[in-house]
Each structure stands twice: as C-alpha cells, then as structure tokens.
C-alpha cells in the first residue's frame, strides 16, 4: 500500500454515507466538505429512481390516465410501462442530478461561496435520495392501499382539489425535510452564510408550491 495514499485519505477522513445522512445530515455534511461522495451516491439514487418511478406507472392515478385514452391497463400493459418508466428514470435522473448540481454551484458561486461542483453535485445526490425515498414510500402505499400519491402530504389528509389542492400538498413531509436540508447544505458544503442559505430555501419553497397549484389547476 503506498503510504502517501494512506495519509492524504487519513487527512480527508472518511467518505459521507447516504443512510447515516438520515439520522446525522450534520455530520454527513462535515464529511461532504471534505471528501464529497459521487460515485456511489449516484448509482443508488439512479436505482432508487427508477424502481420509484416504475411503481409509479401502475398507481391507480396512472392506471386511470390510461383508461381515459383509451387503453386497456392489463397486466402487459402494466409491465410495459413499468419498464418504460424505469428505463426512463435510468436516463433523466442523472441529467438532473447534473443540472440540479450547476445551479446550486452558480447559487453557491453568486453567494460567495467555496464549493466546487463536485461538492454540489454531492450534496444533490444526497438530497435527492431523500426526495426518492419519499416517493417511493408514497408509491408503494399507493399500489398496495389503492389510494393517492401524496399519503405524506398535507393534502393526503385533506383531499382538496385546485389551487388549494395544491398548496396542501406542496406542504409535504420529505419536501420540507429536503428543503430544510439544502439550507444546512448550502451553509455547511457550500460555505453561505446561514441568513443566505435559508433565504435560498424559502425561494425554493415557494416555487415549489406555484408549481404544484399550477399543476393542480390545469388537472
């Protein structure tokens, strides 16, 4: 073993891990900073996604969007858009990890911060394995219980349709989680200041709730 190797890894410290991040973001974070993890990372939200969003295909909200075009959903059709739907999470998801991980590096940049990319693209994976995690959860509820997609949400409680429909459930548990994490992370990996990384935030938030009123609306 070449000992230089050794003492450069003893220096950066051990790599984050995306199931301690459950229980300890803070200190995952630390590690982040230090020795961003891409590679591993990538591959299981890649995985996550895509057996998220196969699921998805034959929820009874999916299975009805055919019916109204006229399609019968028998269990070939079922099969076919659960391969359709994952092979298709195997494609987009990177891309958006990607994306997703330039504009929190511009945000970091305009904001005077440290990071480089990989810390971002880092902290997106991270992210966004919890995002997947909560879809997943709300999908396999859906299949097995016959219900909605949004049991975690507001709105899973409520029903209500429109504009306030979507408001509810913009009010989602792993929603908030996640915003609420890509403060700690702006601050911790990308080094903004804490008034900074929660304004950021909040703007997410905000988008997110215009974007699902308006997704409630034009349904």
């Known amino acids: 073993m070449n000992p230089e190797i050794t003492t450069t890894e003893q220096k950066q410290g051990p790599k984050p891990s995306v199931f301690k991040f459950i229980f300890s973001p803070g200190a995952e974070f630390d590690k982040m900073k230090q020795r961003p993890a891409i590679v591993a990372s990538l591959i299981l939200v890649i995985l996550l996604s895509a057996v998220a969003f196969a699921l998805s295909a034959i929820t009874p909200e999916s299975l009805a969007s055919l019916q109204e075009l006229g399609i019968e959903p028998d269990d070939s059709m079922k099969l076919f858009s659960m391969i359709g739907a994952g092979i298709g999470a195997l494609i987009v998801t990177p891309i958006a990890l990607l994306i997703g991980a330039g504009i929190l590096l511009l945000i970091v940049k305009i904001g005077k911060g ?88 909040s703007v997410f938030f905000v988008l997110s709730v215009i974007s699902q009123i308006i997704g409630s609306v034009m349904a």
């Open 114 to 201: 440290t990071a480089k990319y990989k810390h971002m693209f880092s902290l997106t994976a991270f992210i966004t394995f919890i995002t997947m995690l909560g879809l997943l959860l709300n999908t396999v509820i859906a299949v097995v219980a016959g219900t909605g997609t949004n049991i975690t949400s507001l709105n899973g409680l409520i029903g209500a349709e429109g504009a306030v429909g979507g408001v509810l459930a913009s009010i989602e548990i792993f929603s908030i989680w996640s915003l609420i994490l890509t403060a700690m992370g702006l601050q911790k990996v990308g080094g903004l200041s804490k008034k900074a990384a929660i304004i950021i935030a």
